[in-house]
């Protein structure tokens, strides 16, 4: 079960190391997309150092499947979800968040793709230090907002840069933002069920045409069960021939049929 006392959970320890060194803000910035590393390998450069990106295991797997397909069904028309993309956050780092939101095509104003506005990371045994030496480097490089989903705790939270500290979001909130087309509950991010959930209310804000079909044959199965059901109130034979009649018809011609009916008590001639 997700954590229903999150308010404790993760400030910054009195351990964690000073603001790193080397952070955008002074000078000009390389662009986002101008690699220190080759990509599509494991290897990453952060403040200078290179580390290995760690293949998952089912824990840290499974949620970062999940949050990858939550960010890719919210997304408002005009940005785009990826996954584990490098980014450029100043002269000594080059490295990956597990999940990205940014706006489509590229900045004119650097002719490279766009910066993300909105990242998540999923931890599973990443010490904190580390991820708060990510969090800093990525606001500092002008990422709007940075979440982390704590496997082992079930928990949610949201990057404060003014209290270099993780605050947990309630679990029965929601996360909303200009880059989503509705609010994305935080309970989404942990259950798989509510997951599904989330992307079907997405899908039917959008008119999905194929739910829409499936609401509209739902709507013309309940009308003939309504024409059916008052044949027999009202003993009107319903003869295979008219069955398949009332197969053939759309919603507006049910609706005519059975009011004809109620008010001839016969089938329609």
């Not at 403040?47 to 408002?76: I, K, M, S, T």
């Not at 968040?97 to 910066?115: C, F, H, Q, V, W």
């Not at 499936?214 to 009308?223: I, N, P, T, V, W």
């Amino acid at each position: 079960m997700p954590s229903k006392n999150p308010a404790a959970f993760h400030q910054a320890p009195e351990a964690t190391p000073p603001a790193p060194q080397n952070l955008p803000g002074h000078g000009e910035l390389p662009r986002v997309d101008e690699r220190l590393v080759e990509p599509e390998t494991r290897a990453e450069i952060i403040g200078g150092r290179r580390v290995l990106a760690a293949p998952a295991n089912p824990p840290h797997g499974d949620a970062h499947c999940q949050v990858d397909g939550e960010a890719l069904f919210h997304v408002r028309p005009g940005y785009v979800a990826s996954t584990d993309m490098l980014t450029r956050t100043d002269d000594g780092s080059d490295f990956a968040t597990d999940t990205s939101i940014r706006k489509e095509g590229n900045d004119p104003a650097t002719g490279a793709r766009y910066l993300e506005e909105v990242v998540f990371e999923v931890v599973h045994k990443q010490p904190l230090r580390d991820l708060i030496d990510r969090a800093e480097r990525l606001t500092a490089r002008g990422i709007r907002r940075m979440f982390a989903v704590f496997v082992q705790r079930r928990v949610v939270a949201e990057w404060s840069p003014a209290e270099r500290a993780f605050r947990p979001l309630p679990i029965d909130t929601e996360i909303e933002d200009a880059c989503l087309i509705r609010p994305l509950p935080v309970r989404a991010l942990l259950d798989r069920a509510e997951g599904r959930n989330a992307v079907a209310r997405v899908l039917l804000d959008e008119k999905n045409p194929v739910l829409a079909e499936a609401q509209r044959e739902a709507f013309r199965s309940g009308l003939r069960k309504a024409v059916e059901r008052l044949c027999e109130a009202l003993q009107v034979e319903l003869t295979g021939e008219r069955r398949a009649a009332l197969a053939r018809l759309d919603a507006a011609a049910l609706e005519e049929i059975a009011a004809r009916i109620a008010a001839e008590r016969r089938w329609p001639s």
